[in-house]
């Protein structure tokens, strides 16, 4: 049997989920470090791979234990060379007592720096860590203005993509006559995605010069960004008395493709009103994958949302509820600064940020992020 009771942790849905105390840290080391072997033990019978359910479960449950396993064996030889030094500091030979001394301190910060990264990956993995990820951007308040950020927003987001080697693909789009879009939404393929985009969502305000404002005014404007994990056909629902398609004519501004068949495809899903439209491609078979695609991680937010609603009424996390509604961010042109309100952190680089390179912006959220989990974990 895999869960003992003196482990400390139970598996839901393939991901970890346990009570931290300080006072069992090694406990809880050595009783990972036993179910790790036993994980690698049912992986290696040939038998698993036959049930792919249980070899899904087995290779997260693997991938999320083994670093841990890792680091506990250098920290079980750590603890016997500290164990080793101190008594070595008792030694009657001066000189070998003073290198103990100085050798011992050096043990102890190294223990320290171990534990630190221990506690970090102790921290339960994001369920949606190895997911892709569909996002979306819609204008809000400013008019062509917002639209135009939308574009500067999707081109930030792809050359992001691009510099981490990820794939890109749009999946609907609505762009307006002066180069911006009322919305459009593409999807991101590649390792890690979901952590370095899930801290996009919500509303991102811009204050600049429209380069159509004669008296050099700065505007403020408005836009929404929301991140979906790309889910499959098996992890949501879909009824089809759910659902309405329809099928229209594809149209679009400055020379975008119009043809002359009803390749543009709207789904609505009934129960909960939302409406999903493609129409960038030309084949309706194709708008249709795509659109249900979309519809199923919105489908998949929406249950993930309640779920944590459920779980965290009494409290709001630090880095915020993900919520569109949230200003998140505000690109300030004039002073050359981004500010993120979540966690009163500013960069003064916004040419370099809006070419893609968000690096700086996404580590401080994520270490943010961290520190705010190992707090609630009292880890």
């Known amino acids: 049997m895999i869960l003992r009771q003196n482990l400390l942790c139970v598996f839901k849905d393939s991901v970890i989920f346990f009570a931290y105390n300080k006072v069992m840290f090694l406990e809880k080391l050595k009783s990972l470090n036993s179910l790790f072997e036993e994980v690698e033990k049912k992986l290696s019978n040939s038998s698993a791979v036959s049930n792919q359910e249980e070899y899904k479960k087995l290779t997260k449950q693997y991938s999320y234990l083994h670093p841990i396993a890792e680091k506990y064996i250098r920290y079980s030889k750590l603890l016997d060379d500290i164990k080793n030094t101190e008594k070595l500091k008792e030694s ?18 190294k223990q320290r720096k171990m534990e630190t990264e221990m506690k970090v990956l102790l921290i339960p993995p994001d369920p949606n860590e190895d997911k892709n990820i569909i996002v979306e951007i819609r204008a809000g308040t400013g008019g062509d203005e917002a639209a135009l950020f939308v574009g500067d927003l999707y081109r930030m987001y792809t050359r992001f993509t691009e510099r981490n080697g990820w794939k890109y693909e749009v999946l609907d789009s609505n762009p307006t006559g002066l180069g911006g879009y009322k919305e459009i939404v593409f999807e991101i393929n590649g390792s890690k995605v979901w952590r370095c985009f899930k801290f996009e969502r919500g509303a991102h305000r811009v204050q600049r010069i429209p380069e159509t404002e004669a008296s050099g005014r700065v505007h403020t404007s408005a836009v929404t960004v ?27 501004a400055g020379g975008q493709h119009v043809n002359k068949t009803d390749s543009a495809v709207r789904i609505t899903h009934l129960p909960t009103g939302l409406v999903i439209a493609c129409q960038d491609e030309r084949s309706q078979i194709k708008n249709r994958a795509k659109a249900f695609k979309v519809l199923r991680a919105k489908l998949y937010e929406q249950r993930i949302l309640e779920s944590e609603k459920q779980l965290s009424d009494d409290r709001k996390q630090q880095i915020g509820s993900g919520d569109r509604s949230e200003k998140i961010r505000t690109y300030n042109f004039p002073q050359n600064r981004i500010t993120d309100h979540r966690i009163g952190y500013s960069v003064y680089n916004i040419a370099e940020v809006m070419d893609g390179d968000l690096s700086e912006l996404v580590n401080k959220l994520i270490e943010v992020d961290v520190e705010s989990k190992l707090k609630e974990s009292n880890v």
Not at 227 to 251: G, H, N, W
Request: hydrophobic residues 40%; aromatic residues 8%; negative net charge.
């Open 226 to 252: 929301a991140v979906f994990p790309e889910v499959e056909e098996v992890d949501v629902e879909i009824k089809k008395e759910d659902l309405r398609i329809d099928t229209y004519r594809a149209s679009g």
């Open 92 to 109: 009657v030979d001066a000189e070998i007592k003073e290198i103990a001394f100085v050798e011992y301190d050096d043990l102890v910060e």
